[in-house]
Every structure is written in structure tokens, then in C-alpha cells.
């Protein structure tokens, strides 16, 4: 009888243990090897986000700098379209630089009104000296002309241009 308690015991251990290493190789391991797949996944995901972080950071930062036009630049760009007047006798009255535009992360437009007294021919060349200018980009983008006198041949003329600043930071 001792030997039939002891079979039967033997038999629900044996039943037992199969019964958890069925547990275990249908259930549990593949549930573990789904948690690992998981876990890589996530930290795959965590080090794409942290690439990405850092590369909108960099953008960021470039698109700031890119932006930040200097005061020089401007005035630069003021002379050059100063001098190309006197050099063909324009005087050059009334100036006003307009707020600065973001045109692309390669260029700023500087906006600037001006108006100048000239002739109609000396006038035609400067605003075409403007537009073939090398350096900075000139365009013009309106022109209002009215005569000083009656039979005079002087012209004042109020010029609305662009002016289109490289971004030092874009090149």
C-alpha cells in the first residue's frame, strides 16, 4: 500500500512538473521572448528619439543663427546702393529701412524705401546698376515718379526695393 502512495505521489509530481514545464515552454517563454522584442523595440524607438531631439535642436539653433542678420550687413548693403547713386549723380533723399523679412533659412529681405532726384535717363540707369549689382541682390519692387517742375528735367522718385542679404550661417 506504502508502495501504491508512493507511485501515486510519484505519478501527480510527474504530472506536476510536466504540467509547469508545459506552462513554461507555451506560455511563459514565448511571453518572455514577446517582453524581450518589446524591450528592444523600445529602446531602439527611445534612441531614435533622442537622434531626432538632437538634430531639431541643430536645426533650431541654424534657422536662429541664420536669422540674425547684422546691423553692418544692412548698413553695407545701404552703402553700396549710396554709392552706386553718387556715382551717377543721384542725390538721394529720403531713406527708410522697413522691418526685416525671413524670406528662406538662405536669405533675409531687408525692405528699404528711398527717394532720390534725378533725371529720368540717370535714374533708369542706377535702378538698372540696382537689379545687375553683384554682392547683394537688389530688386525693385515699386517706383512712384513725379516731376520737380513744369519743363524740368529732374525726376523725385520714391523706390520701394528688396534687398536680399545671404545668411552668413546658411552657406
Known sequence: MEDNAYTKNLKVLSLFLVL????YVFLYNPMLAKI???EAKQKYLQERLAHMQQAFKKINSSQAQ??????????????EIFAAAK???INVGYVSVKDTQKYNSLYTIIPVLIEVESTY???GIFLGALEN??????????INLKLHQKNDPILKASVFLNIYIVNKYAQ
Open 121 to 123: 535717363e540717370k535714374l
Open 20 to 23: 509547469i514545464l508545459g506552462y
Open 36 to 38: 524581450k522584442s518589446y
Open 87 to 89: 556715382s551717377r549723380d
Open 66 to 79: 541664420a536669422i540674425a542678420i547684422t546691423q553692418e550687413e544692412i548698413d553695407q548693403a545701404l552703402k
Open 133 to 142: 549689382k553683384q554682392g547683394n541682390l537688389v530688386t525693385v519692387k515699386t
